[in-house]
Each structure stands twice: as structure tokens, then as C-alpha cells.
């Protein structure tokens, strides 16, 4: 493949990438946006609001725990496009069909279907991305995916705004199946083709657990991602029962809070990717990030009488202090062979989302025993502290060659 060719071949890569975790994060944050309007449509008590929200978020990630596993296996063992747009195809279509959802039964079962879908993008995306890309520049192509890619979930609070809870499923499967016509000329990731050419086991999930030292790290790269998805799986989605705690002047509203902490990770994202690249090391850029999330969640949970201006500032502040997605997906790229990269890749970023069910069910615990403040306070800072450590345990990994296998 001669240069021109190549560079054409990476800028489609990371085009698809990023338009595909656009509508990955548009459909992964919907339901928070339109939560309440959709559940109160389906009849649900406000009193039960809170519970039955947790169980379709729960449902969701579930599946996405389990979607996690599946398109990661497949990604070392058939390529790394075939699993970008298989992902795409499932998650497009499991939006168009919650549009039609007409229980909270079925609503459920179709976000578990969902989560399946929208676990696979991300991690095929940044493994051609990281594989393709110099490993000089391999840190600007993720930072472009997530960067672009979370602006999805802005999207998603605009167009929520504009139209019904339905159309906006209907809109954003009709987005991810438009995405199918990029597919053609993308070129499969070269190591990929070169490991399918040796005698080595691909894509075995538990060779993540058949010697410590590769287990620890593959824990170590899914706790540093915890803070992120308490922030916004906790502090942002459940806004409007903070706002009745902190006292605030009028009702927080989700949509727009998780539109605005999108925004600053988004922001934050890029900030970090340049910071990987002026340092020349994630670790640093990671334990900046995770400094500023504790300092921005103090602040919010310490916001009485906040109003929904306020509210908008913090949610900024608590997005972009959390803004390290790409950073800490490339890291765990990054820590791991040819051979078992697409299965890290893939399953790390969703069994960290799929924590969400284990920061919510504490959350509700400790809320019951401490109160929403308290109670959001102790997991917070739990998240905060084993990320820190599991942080202490990983290697630097900025220019590392990619070119090797697991044995």
C-alpha cells in the first residue's frame, strides 16, 4: 500500500470510527435524556421514576457486559471491521425498535438488546485506529474518535428537545444504518492479517485470566475508567433528586445536564489527548484528570441552592474534569498484544460501563444508610481511590510498539 493510499485508508478509519461512536454514545445516553417524558408515557408513577430508570439503565449495561465479551472475541478472531460494523447494525436497529416500545417490558428487553450492540464499536474503532496510525501519532486518532464521538451524546439533548422520545430512537437508528455506506474501502488492520497468518490463539478471553500479572493489568485498565461513568451514570442522570437534596432554586434538568457534561468531555478529551502528546506519557494526563474529578465532584455535591445555571456550569466542569474516555481506552490498547488487543479493547470500556450497575446499586445502599448527599459522596470517592491505585500498577506505555503478541 503506497503512502497516499494508506493515509487515505487511516483518515476513512478514524471518520468511521468517530461517526460510529457518535451514534454509539447518541443511543447510549438517550434514555437518560428522555427517561422521565418516555417512562411517564409508558405510565410509570413518579414515585417510581428512580427504580424502574435503574432497572432499564441496568438492563442496558447488562447487555453491554455481555456484548462487551462477544464482539471482543469476535474482533481478534474474524477482523476488526467486522465487528465495527456488525455493532452498528445491531445497535441501529434495536433504536428503531424502541421507537415502536409500548411497556416498560418491552422497553427493557430492548435496551438489553441495545447494550449488546453498542458494546462493540468503541473498542474496534480504537483498535484499527491504534493499529493503523504511527505509535507517535496514534493518541491524536483516538482523541478525534472520542472527541467527535461524545458529541453524540449533545446530539442526542438537542434533538430529544425537538422532537418525541420515539422519534428520537427512530433518528438515531436511521444515523447508525446511514453509517453502512462508509463501509466500503476501509482496509483491515495489518497486524491483524499478519497474526491470522501465524499458528496463535486469538482472541481467547481467558488467557486474561490464565497468569497474574496479564490479569492485574486487564483489571488495573477497567478500574481507571470508574470515575467517569459515576459521574455521569449518578451525579448527572439522578440531577433532579440532587437538585430536591442541594436545596437548588428551580428543577435540574438531566437532558440538558448530561448535554453540557458531554460537551466539557468532549472538551476535556481533546485537552487530554494534547496534554498525552506534550508530556509524552497517559499516566501523568491520567492522574491530572483524576485530581480534577474529585476536586469538580466536591464541588457539586456541596451546591446548595444551586441554580439551573449553576447546574449547567458544574455539569461542564464535572465533564471535562472527567474528559480522559480516550485516553484511558488507548491505554488499555495499548497494554496488550496483537492477538488479545481488539478483546481488551472491546470488553474493558464496557465492563467499566457495566460497573454502573455495582456504582448504582451502592449508591442506592449508601443513600438509604447516609442520604443522597452522603451517599453519593462515599461512592464517589471509593470510585476515585481505586482508580488511583489500579492507576499506580499500570505500565507508561506512550510509544510503545504495538507489533507483538500475547503467549
Not at 442526542?156 to 453502512?180: E, K, N, P, R, V
Amino acid at each position: 500500500m503506497d503512502q497516499k493510499t494508506k493515509s487515505k485508508n487511516i483518515a476513512l478509519i478514524i471518520l468511521v470510527a468517530s461517526l460510529g461512536y457518535f451514534v454509539d454514545i447518541y443511543d447510549l445516553i438517550l434514555f437518560s435524556v428522555v427517561r422521565v417524558k418516555s417512562l411517564k408515557d409508558l405510565g410509570v408513577a413518579d414515585e417510581d421514576m428512580l427504580s424502574v430508570g435503574t432497572t432499564i439503565i441496568n438492563s442496558q449495561m447488562f447487555g453491554m457486559l455481555l456484548g462487551g465479551i462477544i464482539w471482543g472475541i469476535l474482533g481478534d478472531k474474524r477482523g476488526r471491521l467486522s465487528v465495527l460494523f456488525g455493532s452498528i447494525i445491531t445497535y441501529s436497529l434495536a433504536n428503531i425498535a424502541n421507537g415502536f416500545a409500548t411497556s416498560v417490558t418491552a422497553y427493557t428487553m430492548i435496551r438489553f438488546i441495545a447494550g449488546i450492540g453498542l458494546a462493540g464499536e468503541l473498542g474496534a474503532g480504537i483498535t484499527l485506529v491504534a493499529e493503523t496510525m504511527s505509535k507517535k501519532n496514534r493518541g491524536y486518532g483516538t482523541m478525534i474518535v472520542a472527541g467527535v464521538g461524545l458529541l453524540g451524546a449533545v446530539a442526542a439533548a438537542l434533538i430529544s428537545d425537538h422532537y418525541t422520545w420515539q422519534t428520537s430512537y427512530f433518528i438515531g437508528g436511521g444515523m447508525g444504518l446511514l453509517l453502512l455506506s462508509l463501509r466500503i474501502g476501509l482496509v483491515e488492520s495489518g497486524m491483524f492479517k499478519e497474526t491470522t497468518e501465524k499458528n496463535v490463539q486469538r482472541g481467547n478471553f481467558l488467557m486474561l485470566f490464565n497468569k497474574w500479572s496479564r490479569f492485574k493489568k486487564y483489571l488495573c485498565c477497567i478500574l481507571i475508567g470508574l470515575p467517569l461513568w459515576y459521574v455521569v451514570g449518578v451525579l448527572i442522570t439522578f440531577s433532579p433528586e440532587f437538585g430536591k437534596a442541594l436545596n437548588a432554586k428551580g428543577v435540574l434538568d438531566a437532558g440538558k445536564g448530561i448535554m453540557y457534561c458531554y460537551i466539557g468531555i468532549s472538551v476535556g478529551d481533546v485537552v487530554a489527548g494534547f496534554l498525552c502528546q506534550l508530556l509524552k506519557s497517559r499516566k501523568k494526563v491520567m492522574l491530572i484528570f483524576l485530581i480534577l474529578t474529585a476536586i469538580a465532584v466536591l464541588i457539586y455535591l456541596y451546591a446548595y441552592g444551586l441554580t439551573p445555571d449553576n447546574f449547567i456550569f458544574l455539569s461542564l466542569l464535572l465533564g471535562f474534569a472527567s474528559g480522559y474516555w480516550a485516553t484511558f481506552v488507548t491505554i488499555a490498547a495499548e497494554q496488550f498484544g496483537t492477538n488479545l488487543r481488539a478483546t481488551v479493547t472491546t470488553t474493558v470500556p464496557n465492563f467499566v460501563r457495566g460497573s454502573l450497575v455495582v456504582i448504582t446499586t451502592s449508591f442506592h445502599f449508601f443513600k438509604g444508610q447516609f442520604g443522597i448527599i452522603q451517599g453519593a459522596m462515599v461512592v464517589g470517592f471509593a470510585c476515585i481511590a481505586i482508580a488511583l491505585i489500579a492507576l499506580s500498577q499500570l505500565k507508561e506505555t506512550f510509544s510503545k510498539d504495538l507489533d507483538y503478541i500475547e503467549k
